[in-house]
């Protein structure tokens, strides 16, 4: 089968890696476009098995395959119009996160996707599927915490902007119409993926939002810098079974207030804490015993050949070929989408927004 890249940049190189991993019995002919061409050239260097080209379009002149696979790995401000062209050729599209930078922009391409026939998918799914995550999941669906009603979802870094602390070369990430946002269309993507593949939300209430850019003495001052730096929102999640949750979300990439990370989910029975992402595989249950907290701890560690970088491909190229996978695709990819537009339009109206599930 043949995997095809456009951007050949810092992501492009890690999929190129997991693409290396994939179980395919077949052989992978790996395509890589990117009109850069100190970027091509260094991605040749690193994976030389694959078939360099300048122009994405020229790339996939050639007629397409069933199972063809394009990942976009580019700035956000290109993924729409990249997108777009992949699946006019008829093929399947695995988009990085953010997928798009609107919610308009998302509609159209499922639009598009569905009428090609071809699926629509978003690198967003990385953290699905990682034990300690799985075994919140299974408290939830277990009813081991009671009638859930409250989460907190914090990250606050005081100093991890992308394109200043985090990979400074890439000044794309300052400006918002090249990223699309700040810390909310970087990070926002996983936390809502991860929310709603745990909660299944009906639709989701953003019911207050804010955002602030902290300012720091070695703000960029040569490019364009307008993107948030510090975010929080409080949301409803209106669930399948009448009940709600409310989620107290904050994610910080820049401030002068303390660094620290807290996520856990609170119910009428039980408590649990964990982190989604890579500071602890700790999963710590809380319930009452004879009217103490009685907590337990457990240590839940992902292994296996598939790491969190791997993921998107791999439960993408599972999904091509019709397999049981995480893949976040379709309805779902443009959902978690309006999850973090809906933020930023409560943000800046000050009025509350509602992202219903798609149907169909
Ligand atoms: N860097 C990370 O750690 C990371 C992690 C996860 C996801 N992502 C996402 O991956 C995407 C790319 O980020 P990156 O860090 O790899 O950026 P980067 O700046 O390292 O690379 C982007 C590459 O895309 C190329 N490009 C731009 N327009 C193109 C076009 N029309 N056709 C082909 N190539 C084109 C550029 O020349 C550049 O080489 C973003 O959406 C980002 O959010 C990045």
Redesign the pocket.
């Given at each position: 089968m043949r995997i095809y890249l456009?951007?050949?940049?810092?992501?492009?190189r890690?999929h190129a890696e997991a693409i290396r991993k994939l179980p395919s019995e077949e052989s992978i002919e790996l395509k890589v476009?990117?009109?850069?061409p100190k970027?091509?050239a260094a991605f040749m260097e690193a994976y030389p098995e694959a078939a360099a080209y300048s122009?994405?379009q020229a790339m996939l002149a050639e007629h397409a395959n069933e199972d063809d696979i394009v990942i976009v790995?580019?700035?956000?401000f290109?993924?729409f119009e990249?997108a777009r062209m992949v699946l006019e050729t008829g093929r399947h599209v695995l988009c990085?996160?953010?997928l798009v930078m609107n919610g308009e922009e998302a509609e159209t391409l499922f639009e598009i996707a569905k009428r090609q026939n071809r699926l629509l998918g978003c690198?967003s799914d990385?953290f699905l599927g990682l034990p300690k995550t799985e075994e919140v999941k299974s408290l939830l669906q277990s009813q081991a915490l009671g009638d859930v009603y409250k989460i907190s979802f914090v990250y606050r870094v005081q100093r991890g902007r992308?394109g200043v602390e985090?990979?400074p070369?890439?000044k794309?990430?300052l400006d918002r119409a090249k990223?699309g946002g700040g810390i909310l269309i970087?990070w926002g993507p996983y936390d809502f993926t991860v929310l709603n593949d745990l909660l299944q939300p009906e639709s989701v209430d953003v019911v207050a939002a804010w955002m602030s850019q902290p300012k720091t003495q070695i703000d960029p001052t040569d490019t364009k810098y307008d993107v948030e730096g510090h975010v929080g929102a409080t949301l409803k999640y209106n669930l399948a079974d009448g009940k709600s949750v409310w989620l107290q979300y904050e994610r910080a990439t820049c401030t002068h207030g303390e660094a620290y990370h807290h996520v856990e989910v609170e119910g009428t029975l039980g408590a649990v804490k964990w982190s989604p992402y890579f500071e602890t595989d700790q999963v710590v249950f809380k319930q009452d015993k004879e009217g103490q907290v009685e907590a337990k701890e457990s240590q839940m560690a992902h292994a296996g050949p598939y790491g969190v970088m791997d993921h998107p491909i791999y439960y993408f190229y599972l999904k091509v070929k019709g397999l049981e996978s995480r893949a976040v695709i379709n309805e779902q990819a443009v959902f978690n989408f309006h999850c973090l537009q809906a933020i930023y339009d409560c943000a800046e109206s000050g009025t509350s927004k509602t992202v219903s599930k798609l149907r169909d």
């Open positions: 456009i951007g050949a940049g810092v992501i492009g890690s476009a990117d009109p850069n970027a091509l122009d994405a790995g580019t700035p956000p290109t993924h990249l990085e996160k953010p690198c990385r992308a985090y990979q070369e890439s794309w990430f990223s970087d």
